[in-house]
C-alpha cells in the first residue's frame, strides 16, 4: 500500500519509506492511500477472538500487502505479550487497562511494533531514532528499541517537566539509547525532531526517523485497542451504543481509533478527553484550530499544545468540522478538577485512576446517555504519578516491581538549549 503526505506535496512513499522516514519531505504526516472495512463476519465473532488474533487481523488490512504473512503475524505476537484487560468501575463505565506492558503505559504497543517492523525493514542499516516526549513515549520507546541492533534512540524530553519514574525509564538504560534533556516544553521537544528530519546536512550525515506518533508505524497498531475493547464488551453483550473515551494529548491515540471506524468498528461515538491543554476541544466548539504554547499540568503526557495528529484527522474526515464532530466529541479538566476525580472515583468504586485515566473517567461519567455504555482508556499506571496520585489520595501507592527496578539506575542524560542549532550541533558531533 502507498502513502500520501497530509500536506499533499511531497511524493507518494511506500510504506517502507513511510516507516524509516516518518515524516514526508514536505512536513506532512503519511497517510494510507486506503483504509480497508473489515468483513463483517469478523466483527460477528470477534469476542472468540484473542488480542493476538484480532490485532493481527487489524494489521493485516494495513502492513499485509507489504510485510509476509508469517513475518507480520509474528510481529504482532511478539508485540503483544501481556493482557489488556477491561475493568468494570462504575455502572455502565469500564476501563480498558492499557498499563500491563514493559514500561506500563499504553505506547508499549506502538512502539514494540514499530521496533520491529523498523528492524524487518531497515536490515543492516544503522538507523537513529529521534523521539520527543511530554512522558510515557520516551521510555515506551526507548524500551522497545533497547538493545535492537543498528538502531539508536535519542529522546528529547523537557527538563522538570516529566514524573522522576517517567525519566527514569528512559534516562538509566545506557546502551543505544541516549536521553536529551531539553530546556523547555514538550513542543520545543517536537519542533527539535521535525526540523531535524527537514535539515539536508543533517540527513547526509546520518539516517533519522522518527517513534512518536507521526510514524505511521506507530501510530496505526493502536487500533488494536478498540477492536480489542469491542470484542470484551460484545463478550459481556454490552457492545450496542458503546461510547470510548481516550485520554488526549498529540492526537495519535484517537486517530488510531477513528481510522477503527473507518474500518467498520461498530462503536458508536468517541469523546477526546483534554487537560488544560484545550485546543482540540476549542476547535470542536467553534471550527477554528489555534495551537498555541503548552501549559504544564499533572496529566503532563497530555500537555500538548500543538497537536502533530491533528492534521490526520482533518485529512481523514476531508477537512469537515461538522463530520469530525459527528464521530468526536471533547472534554477538558483543569488539575483541580483532575484531582477531584481521582478522589472521588477511589472513594466511590475503590479504583484508583492515574491524572490521564481521570480525564477519559470524568468525560464518560458527565456524557453518558442512559442508553450507552462506555470503555475510558486508563493508559498508564497510578505509580508512575506515585507524588501526584499520593497527594491527591493520602494514600500510599504501590510501586509494580517493573517500575521499581528503573528507580534503582542512574540518570544518565544530555542537557542541551530548545535551539535548533545546538541539537544540530549535538547530532552532528555523534
Not at 258 to 286: E, S
Not at 292 to 315: C, E, Y
Amino acid at each position: 500500500m502507498n502513502y500520501y503526505s497530509t500536506n499533499g506535496k511531497a511524493p507518494i512513499a511506500t510504506l517502507e519509506k513511510a516507516v524509516v522516514k516518518g515524516l514526508a519531505e514536505d512536513r506532512g504526516l503519511y497517510m494510507p492511500e486506503r483504509i480497508k472495512n473489515l468483513p463483517q463476519e469478523f466483527f460477528d465473532h470477534i469476542e472468540e477472538l484473542s488480542f493476538q488474533e484480532i490485532a493481527y487481523q487489524v494489521a493485516d488490512a494495513f502492513f499485509g500487502e507489504d510485510v509476509p504473512a508469517d513475518k507480520l503475524k509474528q510481529i504482532v505476537y511478539d508485540t503483544l505479550s501481556f493482557d489488556t484487560p477491561v475493568v468494570p468501575v462504575k455502572e455502565n463505565i469500564f476501563s480498558l487497562e492499557l498499563f500491563h506492558g514493559p514500561t506500563l503505559a499504553f505506547k508499549d504497543v506502538g512502539a514494540r511494533f514499530m521496533a520491529r517492523l523498523l528492524r524487518y525493514f531497515n536490515g543492516e542499516d544503522t538507523v537513529n531514532v529521534l523521539v520527543a516526549t511530554s512522558g510515557d513515549t520516551g521510555s515506551a520507546v526507548a524500551n522497545g528499541f533497547l538493545g535492537v541492533e543498528g538502531v539508536h534512540v535519542y529522546v528529547l524530553y523537557p527538563k522538570g517537566k516529566v514524573s522522576l519514574i517517567q525519566e527514569y525509564q528512559f534516562t538509566t538504560l545506557g546502551h543505544n539509547v541516549t536521553a536529551l534533556e531539553v530546556d523547555g516544553v514538550f513542543d520545543d521537544c517536537q519542533a527539535l525532531v521535525k526540523n531535524a528530519f527537514m535539515d539536508d546536512e543533517l540527513n547526509r550525515h546520518m539516517k533519522l526517523t522518527s517513534a512518536n506518533s507521526i510514524n505511521v508505524a506507530r501510530f496505526l497498531p493502536q487500533s488494536f485497542y478498540y477492536f480489542y475493547a469491542y470484542s470484551q464488551m460484545k463478550k459481556r453483550g454490552l457492545a450496542d451504543n458503546l461510547v470510548v473515551c481516550v485520554p488526549s494529548g498529540n492526537f495519535g491515540n484517537i486517530c488510531s481509533a477513528l481510522f477503527g471506524k473507518k474500518m467498520g468498528l461498530p462503536v458508536k461515538r468517541f469523546i477526546a478527553a483534554n487537560n488544560a491543554n484545550d485546543v482540540f476541544y476549542k476547535y470542536l466548539q467553534t471550527g477554528k484550530y489555534e495551537p498555541k504554547d503548552s501549559v504544564q499540568t499533572i496529566a503532563n503526557a497530555m500537555d500538548v499544545g500543538a497537536p502533530s495528529n491533528f492534521a490526520r484527522i482533518l485529512d481523514l474526515y476531508k477537512g469537515s468540522h461538522d463530520a469530525v464532530c459527528q464521530d468526536i466529541s471533547g472534554a477538558t479538566y483543569s488539575d483541580v478538577q483532575i484531582a477531584d476525580t481521582i478522589r472521588e472515583c477511589l472513594s466511590e468504586t475503590g479504583y484508583l485512576l492515574d491524572p490521564h485515566g481521570a480525564c477519559g473517567y470524568s468525560a464518560l461519567k458527565e456524557g453518558l446517555k442512559p442508553d450507552e455504555k462506555g470503555v475510558f482508556l486508563e493508559t498508564a499506571h497510578p505509580a508512575k504519578f506515585k507524588d501526584t496520585v499520593e497527594r491527591i489520595t493520602g494514600k500510599v501507592v504501590e510501586i509494580p516491581p517493573r517500575l521499581a527496578a528503573f528507580m534503582k539506575g542512574t540518570k544518565q542524560s544530555v542537557s542541551i538549549s530548545k535551539e535548533f542549532t545546538d541539537f544540530k550541533l549535538y547530532l552532528l558531533n555523534q
